[in-house]
Each structure stands twice: as C-alpha cells, then as structure tokens.
C-alpha cells in the first residue's frame, strides 16, 4: 500500500498501523481480516485535485473464517486479461476482477486466472499463482502486469529456504498439461493447491508435493508471527 500511494503521489497516512492495531484489538471476532482503504481526500470533483489534500482513510474489521494453508482444493478458470497496465497499483478500479469472479461463480468454481493474448498466465483475481513445470516454480514476473502481493513475496523466501527453485517467468496455459501441481497463494487464500483449471485436472487433481512443503511452511510463519503478537 504504501509503495502504491506513492506512486499515485497520496500521501502516506500517519499512523496506520498504531489505527491497525487498535481496530483489531477492538474486534468481538476470533478470526477475520481488516480492510483499508485510502484515498486522496475530500474536494471538489477536478481531474487535477489539490496538491495539499489531507488523505482520506477507511478501517473495516470483517469476521472471516481461517482456512489453514493447503486445506483447499482450488478450481479455476481462465478470462482474458483486459485490465489496464499499471495492475501493480492495487486501486479500486477491479470490473474485470469483478466481471471474472462472476463468471467463475456461474461456472462453480473458486477463482479466475487473468491470461494475455499470447498465452502468459498472469494472476488470479484475488491471489498470485505459481505453477511447477519440470521442476521449477514458475510465476509471473513484477512488470507491472501483476499484483506484488505480500504473501507471494513471503512465498519466494519460504521455497528458497526449502530449496525449490523457483523462476519469475509466467506459465503458458499451452503447457498445461506438463505442469507437475501448481498454487495460489494471497493475504486470504494463503497457500491453497490449484487442482483443476479449465474444467481439466492439474497433476490428476491433487495437491502436488512441493505445495504442501509450502502450505506446511507458510503455517509455521503464521504460527511464529501469532506468537510473537503480530
């Protein structure tokens, strides 16, 4: 959030995660997520706003049950990628998310993956994928075309730590049916196996080794941060 206020020149708010923290603390709910939002501020409607606006900020905690990493067998499908090219910026303009998320709902699955012209797989709607093909974790370099999530980010450094290769070079659907398991990971979704894209099973439609190393990983981080209280 705040490398993509920056580069929409908001400025970053004053103590966001002292409000965090407190919000959460505040909260009747066992497990949920907080929502936070910001915007440039409050001013009359200009497509040039003012330089010296006070940011506007939105704290939401929502109830939301825990799904433990690799608990989910995920199923997707694929949409063409018709977003605009600055996806790194994680702003409200989601109608492609939110027409794909539709789509994937009338068609009784969990997720879309956004694929361009050519064929690259890029993301999911809510959750970054990563792909095992011929021993190596594949997922779609940070050109801007793609969200730097968090947890994609704590992802690399667990599979490092593992000693699983992972290459920042996007999937190609074409090569589906060589791919050895594939994941999604996201705040969420956490670490869940991808088992089915399509409509055709992945791996024979269950979650592969290296995902559940991952997903076996990523709890234990989750388990070391509860300990230490964040």
């Known amino acids: ?63 939301h049950p825990y799904a433990p990493p690799g608990s989910r067998r995920l199923r997707a499908i694929t949409v063409p990628d018709l977003r605009w090219r600055r996806c790194a910026l994680k702003t409200t303009s989601l109608l492609a998310t939110v027409l794909g998320k539709l789509d994937a709902g009338d068609r009784g699955v969990d997720e879309l993956v956004f694929t361009a012209e050519d064929g690259a797989l890029r993301e999911a709607g809510s959750a970054n994928l990563f792909v095992r093909q011929e021993d190596r974790l594949l997922t779609h370099p940070l050109d801007g075309r793609v969200l730097a999530g968090v947890t994609r980010a704590i992802l690399l450094r667990l599979a490092a730590a593992e000693g699983l290769p992972v290459v920042e070079e996007a999937p190609r659907l074409a090569d589906h049916p060589r791919w050895q398991e594939a994941l999604l990971c996201g705040t969420l979704t956490d670490v869940q196996p991808l088992v089915e894209l399509d409509g055709q099973p992945i791996a024979g439609g269950k979650p592969g080794p290296w995902t559940t190393r991952l997903a076996t990983a990523f709890a234990a981080y989750e388990r070391e941060l509860l300990d230490r209280g964040e």
């Open 1 to 63: 959030m705040r490398s993509g206020l920056q580069e929409i020149r908001i400025p970053v708010p004053g103590g966001l995660a002292e409000q965090c923290r407190g919000l959460i603390r505040a909260s009747a709910f066992g497990t949920g997520y907080l929502y936070l939002q910001v915007t440039r501020g409050a001013a009359p409607r200009s497509h040039r706003p003012p330089l010296d606006l006070a940011p506007t900020v939105f704290l939401m905690p929502v109830p």
